[in-house]
């Protein structure tokens, strides 16, 4: 049984609780590979800009991306910060660097924020 701070840290609990998904919406993504689920975000957010993406640099910022992705999963599948530390290969203190870094926390804590 998951118990300790992260407890209460699940993407997919927020997001249902901000309306932004269904149980529906996780089945149908969960048959969809990351890389589907990435270039299908990417086609959906050029579609008000008719299709141009130009002059925001995806390439450049995707570790930026990944990273704030993979800090909110690792505090999403363990229980502790010294779990995540260890989930991801580093130490407590890179952890909280990089969680201070991308405003990890405030994704789970805040209503509508980020």
Do not use: C, H
Not at 18 to 37: C, G, Q
Not at 72 to 80: D, H, I, P, V
């Amino acid at each position: 049984m998951k118990t300790g701070k992260n407890l209460y840290y699940s993407i997919s609990k927020k997001l249902q609780k901000d309306k932004k998904i269904s149980d529906e919406f996780e089945v149908m993504i969960n048959s969809l590979t990351l890389e589907e689920v990435i270039a299908l975000k990417l086609e959906l957010s050029t579609r008000s800009l008719r299709g141009k993406f130009y002059g925001f640099p995806i390439w450049k910022s995707l570790p930026e991306i990944t990273r704030d992705a993979v800090l909110k999963y690792a505090l999403s599948a363990t229980r502790s910060k010294k779990e995540a530390a260890r989930f991801l290969g580093i130490t407590i203190s890179e952890l909280n660097k990089n969680l201070k870094q991308y405003n990890t926390e405030s994704f789970f804590k805040n209503e509508g924020k980020r």
